[in-house]
């Protein structure tokens, strides 16, 4: 039942998009892709900025599920590589052609002062294809837009909420949060994490204005998730290169330290704005789980020499950010410069996190403190 709920909602996420593509293109203009100096005024900054705080990568992100979930797959090797590449072609095509049609039915009278730049509808400002449907003369589309405009953040919301009580109960159990968040039900499900997650994610929408800034911390903080991954992959093929892995990255010498530039270029897009909020709650959550980790008189105790690139790593990233021309930076670096600065400042991270890696022994020691006895029996042997 579970399984039929959720195959129809992802065929309503991909049925809506597709229907409103549909009816658009019916509505085409050739002339509005140069109309008025283009449809990207603001260039390739606009472009970059719109990657980060606009939504574009977090409305790629549905990958990510599939990689969380990993562990339940029968062949790693064949079916991860197809998951998420499939996930994220489907993705872009879907989200490419909707800015097509947008772009194409667009009526003349709105790009008649200053091409897209000048659009003043209030209807399009605030809801763009709900209010392109209706400026059209589409409101059954529009309706239908709006009533979508619910239904599939709330499908979001319940994968969200669902993958991220997994990650606490990881955590957990490598003992970095309280015991409870590994708790599970009859069924396995981390009920206490669940729970958590979900009052936690009410209560992340009282610090932002509009969805526009939520969407863009989601990213940034997505993304720097994501930026620990190429680290820990590197570091871990040097500590135990004989590991059997289920999944083996292939070019994972360049696509590591390439993977953290990416990841560090789309945090910085996102604008000091949001940077700065990011740092805080990346702040908040250290200071939590340090107090557990105090509380948990059977850690061994942290070896900060390992993690001494981290706060260089961050507070370079809201210099950086707040020097740079993305969202409220000051703009005393000009776009270009920014992009290599903070491309060879990644670089640089990286290169000294694998220096300062724990040592094989290190690293085995510490999985099997937090890991229980079955980690322990695997780290001796």
Do not use: C
């Not at 593509?21 to 109309?35: C, D, G, M, P």
């Not at 200053?114 to 809801?127: P, T, V």
């Not at 009052?199 to 863009?216: C, R």
């Amino acid at each position: 039942m579970a399984r039929t709920h959720q195959q129809r909602s992802h065929l309503w996420k991909i049925a809506i998009p597709v229907l409103a593509i549909i009816v658009l293109a019916f509505k085409w203009h050739s002339a509005n892709f140069t109309a008025g100096g283009g449809f990207a005024p603001a260039g390739v900054k606009g472009v970059l900025e719109a990657v980060g705080s606009s939504g574009v990568v977090f409305a790629l992100l549905g990958f990510e599920q599939a990689d969380q979930l990993a562990a339940e797959a029968k062949n790693p090797q064949r079916d991860l590589p197809r998951a998420i590449i499939t996930a994220m072609i489907i993705g872009s095509i879907i989200y490419l052609m909707l800015q097509v049609v947008f772009i194409a039915a667009m009526p003349a009278s709105q790009l008649s002062h200053g091409g897209f730049a000048g659009i003043s509808n209030i209807n399009i400002i605030n809801g763009p294809f709900a209010g392109l449907a209706t400026v059209v003369g589409l409101g059954w589309l529009a309706l239908i837009l709006r009533i979508d405009a619910v239904i599939s953040p709330g499908g979001t919301g319940l994968i969200y909420t669902t993958s991220t009580s997994r990650v606490s109960y990881g955590l957990a159990r490598n003992r970095y949060y309280p015991p409870i968040f590994s708790k599970t039900d009859s069924r396995g499900v981390p009920w206490f994490g669940l729970i958590f997650a979900f009052a936690v994610g009410l209560l992340v929408f009282l610090p932002f204005p509009s969805w526009n800034k939520l969407a863009g911390f989601i990213t940034s903080a997505s993304v720097l998730m994501y930026a620990g991954a190429p680290l820990a992959m590197a570091a871990f093929r040097k500590q135990v290169p004989e590991a059997k892995r289920p999944y083996r990255m292939p070019g994972a010498v360049v696509l590591a330290p390439l993977g953290f530039i990416v990841a560090s270029l789309i945090i910085y897009w996102t604008g000091f704005e949001i940077v700065w909020r990011l740092g805080v709650a990346v702040v908040l959550g250290y200071v939590l789980i340090g107090i557990w980790m105090a509380m948990d008189k059977q850690r061994p105790p942290m070896d900060w020499k390992s993690a001494q690139w981290l706060p260089v790593y961050l507070i370079g990233m809201g210099i950086i950010t707040w020097q740079g021309g993305f969202g409220s930076g000051t703009g005393n670096i000009g776009l270009w410069w920014d992009i290599a600065i903070v491309a060879a400042f990644s670089l640089v991270i990286f290169y000294w996190a694998q220096a300062t890696r724990l040592s094989r022994e290190e690293m085995l020691k510490i999985v099997s403190l937090q890991s229980g006895p079955e980690a322990e029996a695997a780290a001796g042997s």
